[in-house]
């Protein structure tokens, strides 16, 4: 007993560091959003529902003593909400996948219901609040370009990526918040596989093997189609659609990298070397998406026939 409470004052403790070390480090900000549901799921996993939602509760009081209601509400919103669903899912005997969907469906639920109430409340419809927050994130990027030791030309230049980059995230805002939160689950999945006490527990068929359904492919075509081919609202519309479809492609076909990797017996470093390159190294990702898309019909990981001779 006392064991179980030592690690959720430290899980909720963790949860608070983290969070404060993103905001005194900014270049570890993504690694601190991919970890923060951690601890409260891994509690959650070994323990049971009540240590977990103890963890949760206990990091919104955390917060809200450190940063007010708002850092309190964001935390329980953004990932609050995640590391307790996922892992009552998980120790359900859900499959990793359905699991990560339905949180991911249970948190952007909730997240559009306070955001459409917010919006109400300041009078400018979730488009406007939306278009707001990347207005002044454009704002800030502007301010410290001209902080920088750059030429005229190179921070005109900067400011046009700026520009458009803005302009991308107004259009596709729901479809990049959804696909961030699904990118942290599925970090916490990848986490909570390899923790103590759940390592190699979880349903689910093992990511090299994983696959997506056919039946997805009509909505990459029918957002294709839509994007090159319809007109606003409709290309809207398919752009989000395609920014949900893409990413998912993109995981089938690191599914069949993983499956190559494991076939041919890959060292741990150099698998590691060989992630890292397909995540950030152009064109690698469209190489490995891909592969995702066209294993539809040619099933790399499906065993060959060698003809006799």
Same mark, same amino acid.
């Given at each position: 007993?006392?064991?179980?409470?030592?690690?959720?004052?430290?899980?909720?403790? =963790?949860?608070?560091?983290?969070?404060?070390?993103?905001?005194?480090?900014?270049?570890?900000?993504? +690694?601190? &959003?991919?970890?923060?549901?951690?601890?409260?799921?891994?509690? &959650?996993?070994? &323990?049971?529902?009540?240590?977990?939602?103890?963890?949760?509760?206990?990091?919104?009081?955390?917060?809200?003593?450190?940063?007010?209601?708002?850092?309190?509400?964001?935390?329980?919103?953004?990932?609050?909400?995640? %590391?307790?669903?996922?892992?009552?899912? +998980?120790?359900?005997?859900?499959?990793?996948?359905?699991?990560?969907?339905?949180? +991911?469906?249970?948190?952007?639920?909730?997240?559009?219901?306070?955001?459409?109430?917010?919006?109400?409340?300041?009078?400018?419809?979730?488009?406007?609040?939306?278009? %707001?927050?990347?207005?002044?994130?454009? @704002?800030?990027?502007?301010?410290?370009?001209? =902080?920088?030791?750059? %030429?005229?030309?190179?921070?005109?230049?900067?400011?046009?990526?700026?520009?458009?980059?803005?302009?991308?995230?107004?259009?596709?805002?729901?479809?990049?918040?959804?696909? %961030? &939160?699904?990118?942290?689950?599925?970090?916490?999945? +990848?986490?909570?596989?390899?923790?103590?006490?759940?390592?190699?527990?979880?349903?689910?068929?093992?990511?090299?093997?994983?696959?997506?359904?056919?039946?997805?492919?009509?909505?990459?075509?029918?957002?294709?189609?839509?994007?090159?081919?319809?007109?606003?609202?409709?290309?809207?519309?398919?752009?989000?659609?395609?920014?949900?479809?893409?990413?998912?492609?993109?995981?089938?076909?690191? @599914?069949?990298?993983?499956?190559?990797?494991?076939?041919?017996?890959?060292?741990?470093?150099?698998?590691?070397?060989?992630?890292?390159?397909?995540?950030?190294?152009?064109?690698?990702?469209?190489?490995?998406?891909?592969?995702?898309?066209?294993?539809?019909?040619?099933?790399?990981?499906?065993?060959?026939?060698?003809?006799?001779?």
């Amino acid at each position: 007993m006392g064991r179980r409470v030592w690690q959720v004052v430290g899980a909720s403790a =963790a949860t608070l560091l983290l969070l404060t070390g993103g905001e005194f480090a900014a270049f570890l900000a993504l +690694l601190v &959003h991919l970890l923060l549901p951690f601890p409260a799921a891994w509690v &959650h996993m070994v &323990h049971g529902p009540a240590a977990g939602g103890s963890v949760v509760g206990l990091s919104v009081a955390l917060f809200f003593l450190y940063s007010g209601i708002g850092a309190a509400g964001g935390y329980l919103l953004q990932f609050g909400i995640g %590391s307790f669903c996922l892992p009552w899912l +998980l120790r359900r005997n859900w499959p990793w996948d359905r699991a990560v969907v339905v949180t +991911l469906a249970v948190v952007a639920i909730g997240s559009a219901v306070v955001f459409g109430a917010v919006a109400f409340q300041q009078g400018k419809g979730i488009n406007g609040l939306a278009a %707001s927050q990347v207005e002044a994130q454009l @704002a800030e990027g502007k301010r410290l370009s001209e =902080a920088t030791a750059l %030429s005229l030309e190179q921070r005109a230049e900067l400011e046009a990526v700026l520009e458009w980059g803005a302009g991308f995230i107004r259009r596709a805002y729901p479809a990049l918040a959804l696909v %961030s &939160h699904g990118m942290i689950l599925l970090f916490v999945v +990848l986490l909570l596989n390899r923790a103590p006490g759940v390592k190699g527990l979880m349903a689910g068929s093992e990511f090299r093997h994983w696959s997506v359904s056919p039946w997805l492919i009509w909505f990459l075509i029918a957002g294709g189609f839509g994007f090159v081919l319809g007109r606003d609202p409709v290309q809207t519309v398919a752009l989000n659609l395609l920014v949900v479809v893409v990413p998912i492609y993109f995981l089938q076909g690191l @599914a069949i990298v993983a499956f190559f990797f494991w076939k041919k017996s890959v060292g741990p470093w150099v698998r590691g070397l060989g992630y890292f390159m397909a995540v950030t190294l152009n064109p690698l990702p469209m190489l490995v998406t891909g592969l995702g898309i066209f294993d539809l019909w040619i099933g790399f990981r499906k065993p060959r026939i060698r003809e006799k001779e």
